[in-house]
């Protein structure tokens, strides 16, 4: 169950978990939410997606589904050639130590697959287990690019939409810099 906000109110969204692509965009049209969706072949590295990148203006992601040695998990939204420091990340959090969750566990909790992990999979977490934290990076961006819940289409989302779903979500996302000093700057492309 996800409590929406639009102009006439509160909006309930009910519908199966893990969400299918038509759930997200039914959601996205509910909350007022335009987006621009281009289907292509699947990718699974941020290598394979940069032909996209040139394609499809905006900020585009890399996903990572994290659990802490303390059982919390993670889902850091990264700038797609950030290079995420995952021991600077975890001590600012003030988590334990970061491993990769399995993946029965994504399924489990955000309702995908590997190499499909996006913001939008927040929607299928509604036991709010997972702290959603965005790469400062991305804040550079007017739009961001993210998978509609697989890897085989990409969706353009304004910065400040992408925020207000995860909001309506029940995921206020933790905004900070993600990024090893030397990286490549996202002003920089």
Same mark, same amino acid.
């Given at each position: 169950?996800?409590?929406?906000? @639009?102009?006439? =109110? ?11 692509? %038509?759930?997200? +965009? ?5 909350? =007022? ?17 940069? *032909? ?12 990572? +589904?994290?659990?802490?040695?303390? =059982?919390?998990? /993670? &889902? ?5 050639? !950030? %290079? ?5 990340? @975890? ?9 990769? =969750?399995?993946?029965? &566990? &994504?399924?489990?909790? #955000? ?6 992990? !996006?913001?939008? *999979? ?17 804040? %550079? /961006?007017? !739009?961001?690019?993210?998978?509609? &819940?697989?890897? *085989? ?8 939409? #992408? /925020?207000? +779903? #995860? ?12 990024? *090893?000093?030397?990286?490549? @700057?996202? @002003?920089?492309?």
């Amino acid at each position: 169950m996800i409590d929406t906000e @639009s102009n006439d =109110g509160p909006i309930r969204a009910c519908g199966p978990v893990p969400a299918t692509r %038509q759930d997200l +965009f039914a959601i996205l049209d509910r909350l =007022g939410i335009k987006t621009r969706t281009v289907d292509h072949a699947p990718v699974f590295t941020v290598a394979e997606s940069e *032909a996209l990148e040139r394609d499809i203006p905006g900020g585009h992601t890399k996903n990572l +589904f994290l659990k802490d040695n303390k =059982g919390k998990l /993670f &889902l850091v939204v990264a700038e797609s050639h !950030t %290079q995420v420091d995952l021991k600077a990340v @975890s001590h600012r959090l003030g988590a334990g130590r970061f491993s990769f =969750g399995k993946p029965d &566990l &994504l399924m489990e909790v #955000l309702g995908v697959a590997p190499g499909s992990v !996006t913001a939008f *999979a927040v929607m299928n977490d509604v036991s709010r287990r997972v702290s959603v934290v965005i790469d400062a990076r991305l804040m %550079q /961006f007017d !739009t961001v690019n993210c998978h509609p &819940l697989a890897n *085989a289409a990409t969706t353009n989302i304004a910065r400040t939409d #992408l /925020f207000r +779903f #995860l909001s309506a979500c029940g995921h206020e996302p933790r905004v900070m810099a993600l990024g *090893a000093e030397g990286d490549r @700057s996202a @002003s920089g492309r």
